[in-house]
């Protein structure tokens, strides 16, 4: 009998194929105690163990494939550092003398300690790095046992396997781009976690998060995974095979297809010019950029270089990162946003954070604010990349005028401070900033008096303005795009901007979904910036459009109040065929 679960949808697609089981490395544990001579052996086993594992992630790290997601070595370098730590790589020693007991169950004390730790953190984001640190264990696990600890490579393995496995380590993925897993799906995770980013890099379908998945399937049962929306459907009768292969082989059709756009200009059937940015978060991302050749940078998430370490970025530090960005856009423009730290990306560093309600907290700029030191570096680092290159400087969080006041005094600190040093940086520095609380959507005519350009982030506006986490999934329902409420700030923000001839983009995630494209285009946008993946397909959808037509159709649907009917509305007009 088919069996549906729904989990964490990271990847995109769909894949059909026969599960294998991976070994779950900490089952079990064998335990026993030891006589007297034989417990400096025993530690010994341990050491060996853990410079196995070493080895191994070091070799991993220089083999990594060039088609591997970008963000792979830094999490396998992730991986060797909390193997480097003391509470891994030599308490378990310690427990195997002062107890006298096996390695294996020195080690399962060890991870159960530093499980109950990882389980009393507050914060989201470091909490999910428990899952890092029993992947490495799981490791050091397989290593004192003998077992194997590659995924693929073994020869029984079939083509187009999905992979069911309570979690994934980064470096259990790094051959998965070499095509013998078509999908994978796991226990654990959430949607911040190492297995859920790499999903979505490698565009695999994927799906996480599904609780016990393991139990519910046995070895070489055919399974679909519908990366897109997060279903796996294990043993499907025939009807829903058929329909599911009929969705695959659309999809791939459709990558084909998208794939030749790469060079095609975005301008719409009326001759409308659309610039396709890209969001990244770390300088690796650049060379997905240009993969799908966009035509810059329209927000850099800069809060990467804030995390997994215990002290600042210095001024220079952040400054050889931004410049490195500059070099590798070759004269493409970057917008780099001030970090936005406090909800789900927190440093060690920040204690602050006590707050029932982060996201309503001391978050984005207000935290920038309350850390000038920490801002003006930054902003200072920012302002000499610029000297280089088309870099803009943007502020993430703004609520209120004051506060824009308050970011253009620190920025002119920050300016004659370079200026006392007699370092180069760019005095008219482009500045924006994003719009994602309802306040400033509210306000926007006179933040953009103070402004140069705008960036309407959308997964905020929403959260914001519906009063719905948008990383709670139990609410995820609530979580609605085109909300009523949410599509006149859209419109209202656009159109001021549009008047006052002030440059307005979107970057949140409504402007990579193609579904949106007509939307934002018949509201006046003429700048969208994505996730790069999905460029091609909102390219395709920009070059089949008429503004014109969009622009009458669009008041209908902002002014209706009624969301079934938006819902209807925006449907039609994506199938309405304007050319081509
Ligand atoms: C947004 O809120 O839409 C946005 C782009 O910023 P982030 O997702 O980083 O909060
Ligand atoms: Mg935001």
Redesign the pocket.
């Known amino acids: 009998m088919s069996i549906v679960l729904h989990g964490i949808a990271v990847g995109s697609g769909v894949a059909i194929g026969r599960a294998h089981l991976v070994v779950r490395g900490m089952d079990e544990v064998p335990h026993h105690e030891l006589p007297e001579n034989e417990i400096d052996a025993e530690a010994e086993r341990y050491e060996q163990a853990v410079k196995a594992t070493r080895r191994q992630l070091e070799q991993l790290r220089t083999a990594i494939p060039e088609n591997a997601p970008t963000e792979l070595g830094a999490f396998i370098s992730l991986h060797l550092m909390l193997l480097s730590d003391a509470t891994l790589s030599r308490d378990p020693a310690d427990i195997i003398v002062k107890q006298k007991i096996n390695a294996e169950w020195a080690l399962k004390q060890q991870v159960d300690f530093l499980t109950e730790q990882f389980n009393a953190i507050g914060d989201d984001y470091l909490r999910e790095r428990k899952q890092d640190m029993l992947q490495v264990a799981e490791r050091i696990y397989k290593n004192l046992r003998g077992l194997n600890t590659d995924i693929i490579g073994t020869e029984d393995f079939e083509d187009d396997s999905i992979l069911i496995a309570h979690d994934l380590s980064p470096a259990d993925t790094v051959f998965f781009k070499d095509g013998r897993i078509a999908a994978f799906v796991t226990d654990a995770g959430g949607p911040t976690s190492h297995t859920a980013i790499l999903g979505r890099s490698l565009e695999m379908p994927s799906v996480i998060a599904l609780n016990h998945v393991r139990d519910l399937i046995s070895e070489d049962e055919w399974v679909i995974v519908d990366g897109s929306s997060g279903v796996l459907i294990i043993d499907p009768d025939a009807v829903v095979l058929a329909e599911y292969r009929r969705e695959m082989r659309e999809f791939k059709n459709q990558q084909r297809q998208l794939s030749r756009l790469k060079k095609t200009a975005a301008t719409t059937q009326d001759n409308i010019n659309i610039e396709l940015l890209g969001?990244i978060e770390t300088t690796e991302d650049i060379k997905n950029l240009h993969k799908f050749n966009a035509d810059g940078v329209g927000?850099f998430?800069s809060e990467f270089t804030y995390l997994n370490r215990d002290t600042l970025p210095t001024e220079d530090e952040l400054f050889g990162i931004y410049l490195e960005a500059v070099k590798k856009l070759k004269g493409k423009s970057l917008t780099i946003r001030t970090v936005?730290l406090g909800v789900d990306k927190n440093p060690r560093w920040f204690g602050h954070n006590r707050s029932l309600n982060p996201a309503l907290g001391l978050t984005g700029i207000r935290l920038c604010l309350a850390e000038p030191m920490m801002f003006r570096t930054q902003m200072r680092a920012i302002l000499r990349a610029a000297a280089h290159g088309p870099v803009r400087l943007m502020w993430?969080m703004i609520s209120s005028l004051e506060e824009v006041q308050q970011c253009l005094t620190h920025l002119n600190i920050a300016k004659e401070q370079l200026a006392e040093q007699d370092k180069a940086f760019d005095k008219d520095i482009a500045v924006g900033i994003?719009v994602?609380i309802p306040s400033a959507a509210l306000a926007i005519g006179a933040l953009l008096k103070c402004v140069d350009f705008i960036?309407?982030?959308?997964?905020?506006?929403i959260q914001y303005t519906l009063a719905v986490d948008r990383g709670d999934e139990s609410v995820g329902y609530l979580y609605q795009p085109t909300h009523p409420a949410v599509l006149k700030l859209l419109q209202h923000v656009i159109r001021t901007a549009n008047r006052m001839q002030k440059q307005v983009s979107v970057?949140?995630?409504m402007a990579g979904d193609k579904q949106y494209t007509r939307l934002l285009l018949g509201m006046g946008l003429r700048r969208f910036s994505m996730n790069p993946n999905n460029l091609l397909a909102v390219k395709n959808r920009v070059i089949q459009s008429d503004v014109m037509m969009l622009e009458t159709e669009i008041q209908r649907i902002t002014r209706s109040d009624d969301l079934d009917k938006i819902t209807k509305l925006i449907k039609k007009l994506n199938q309405t065929n304007q050319g081509t």
Do not use: K, W
């Not at 960036?455 to 506006?461: P, R």
């Open positions: 969001n927000l998430r936005d993430p994003m994602e960036s309407i982030g959308t997964n905020d506006l970057c949140g995630e």
